[in-house]
């Protein structure tokens, strides 16, 4: 499964960081993968996201009757575009009407240093930082998403989730004053990849550069490391798609994200 995947490794770092760290134990609670024909013939991951990996129409066809079967567990479905559009027809008659549908999402990457010079302030966040940076996540989330992730169970597992990405290195931010002005996260990072996710400055500060030159410095790091950094963006975010090009990043392909509820 992950030679399969490796032949992709931008687009399935998502999935394939889950399973270098995790395999493909389902007891672990974080998804499964799904296979019509075998690995080399079609993949598709289920969990908090239902990403198709690869296949043709009738493998699609599979997968999407097997994710009706029981109640819904992902909040979106992602993942290169012609896959995850003809999925979604599929699974529409079934899950009704979209919260949003992203239908064009340039995916972005980096594998050398960034074209511009780093915001050298931009550093990894602190434990003893996390209420702080936990207000910009929140904010993020919200703006980005359209809903609260404190909501259903007073904000717990988002607190471990985010409490978690700073415990292991991979939460970047620029503080003035104990307020957070730049927060990126390296949401998913396998061994050929880090995802870069979570872009947001403060709304006081748009518009000065922050956004471009702080995630130059999380992609430098990335890179840094051995990986190719990568971020996919909407294609109506003109100011971020700027940035991104500033930086260096180049478009290697396409996702699109359904937002369910």
């Given at each position: 499964?992950?030679?399969?995947?490796?032949?992709?490794?931008?687009?399935?770092?998502?999935?394939?960081?889950?399973?270098?760290?995790?395999?493909?134990?389902?007891?672990?609670?974080?998804?499964?993968?799904?296979?019509?024909?075998?690995?080399?013939k079609s993949l598709c991951f289920s969990g908090a996201n239902l990403i198709p990996l690869c296949g043709g129409r009738g493998d699609?066809?599979?997968?999407?009757?097997?994710?009706?079967?029981?109640?819904?567990v992902c909040s979106s479905l992602v993942g290169r575009q012609e896959l995850a559009l003809p999925m979604w027809e599929l699974l529409?008659?079934?899950?009704?009407?979209?919260?949003?549908?992203?239908?064009?999402?340039?995916?972005?990457?980096?594998?050398?240093?960034?074209?511009?010079?780093?915001?050298?302030?931009?550093?990894?966040?602190?434990?003893?930082?996390?209420?702080?940076?936990?207000?910009?996540?929140?904010?993020?989330?919200?703006?980005?998403?359209?809903?609260d992730p404190r909501a259903g169970d007073g904000g717990r597992s988002y607190r471990r989730r985010v409490a978690s990405l700073i415990?292991?290195?991979?939460?970047?931010?620029?503080?003035?004053?104990?307020?957070?002005?730049?927060?990126?996260?390296?949401?998913?990072?396998?061994?050929?990849?880090?995802?870069?996710?979570?872009?947001?400055?403060?709304?006081?500060?748009?518009?000065?550069?922050?956004?471009?030159?702080?995630?130059?410095?999380?992609?430098?790091?990335?890179?840094?490391?051995?990986?190719?950094?990568?971020?996919?963006?909407?294609?109506?975010?003109?100011?971020?798609?700027?940035?991104?090009?500033?930086?260096?990043?180049?478009?290697?392909?396409?996702?699109?994200?359904?937002?369910?509820?």
């Amino acid at each position: 499964m992950l030679q399969v995947l490796d032949a992709d490794p931008v687009a399935s770092c998502m999935v394939v960081a889950r399973l270098q760290e995790y395999g493909i134990e389902t007891r672990t609670g974080l998804g499964e993968v799904w296979s019509r024909g075998g690995p080399g013939k079609s993949l598709c991951f289920s969990g908090a996201n239902l990403i198709p990996l690869c296949g043709g129409r009738g493998d699609l066809e599979a997968f999407a009757e097997r994710a009706v079967r029981w109640p819904r567990v992902c909040s979106s479905l992602v993942g290169r575009q012609e896959l995850a559009l003809p999925m979604w027809e599929l699974l529409s008659r079934h899950w009704g009407p979209p919260r949003e549908v992203r239908s064009e999402q340039p995916l972005l990457a980096l594998d050398g240093p960034s074209a511009v010079v780093a915001d050298a302030k931009v550093r990894r966040v602190r434990t003893d930082e996390l209420d702080r940076y936990l207000v910009a996540a929140v904010a993020m989330f919200t703006e980005e998403i359209g809903v609260d992730p404190r909501a259903g169970d007073g904000g717990r597992s988002y607190r471990r989730r985010v409490a978690s990405l700073i415990q292991s290195g991979r939460a970047w931010a620029r503080f003035e004053d104990g307020q957070v002005v730049y927060k990126a996260e390296v949401g998913a990072m396998s061994r050929r990849t880090g995802q870069i996710q979570g872009v947001w400055v403060h709304p006081d500060r748009r518009g000065q550069g922050f956004g471009t030159l702080g995630t130059a410095a999380v992609a430098n790091s990335v890179v840094a490391s051995g990986r190719t950094a990568s971020l996919y963006v909407n294609s109506y975010n003109e100011v971020a798609r700027r940035a991104y090009a500033t930086i260096g990043f180049r478009q290697i392909g396409t996702f699109a994200t359904i937002l369910v509820d």
